[in-house]
């Protein structure tokens, strides 16, 4: 490389996206997860901890946003 020239690399996301991510998943999936992360914080909030249950119904809710 005695040339003294710099290789530019080209630096863009790819043209077709990405291969799987929320919105490659069904919402039949979503729609799940997010029932069974309720009923999951549910029954950590029975078992007393109650901390940890508002954690998994923030993610039953994220869960539930990729259903729109």
Same mark, same amino acid.
């Given at each position: 490389?005695?040339?003294?020239?710099?290789?530019?690399?080209?630096?863009?996301?790819?043209?077709?996206?990405?291969?799987?991510?929320?919105?490659?998943?069904?919402?039949?999936?979503?729609?799940?997860?997010? +029932?069974?992360?309720?009923?999951?914080?549910?029954? +950590?909030?029975?078992?007393?901890?109650?901390?940890?249950? +508002?954690?998994? $119904?923030?993610? $039953?809710?994220?869960?539930?946003?990729?259903?729109?």
């Amino acid at each position: 490389m005695g040339t003294g020239e710099k290789r530019v690399r080209r630096v863009a996301p790819p043209e077709r996206g990405w291969t799987l991510g929320a919105g490659g998943l069904p919402k039949g999936f979503w729609a799940a997860m997010a +029932i069974l992360l309720l009923g999951l914080a549910g029954l +950590i909030l029975w078992q007393g901890y109650h901390t940890y249950a +508002i954690l998994v $119904a923030v993610l $039953a809710a994220a869960a539930a946003v990729n259903l729109k």
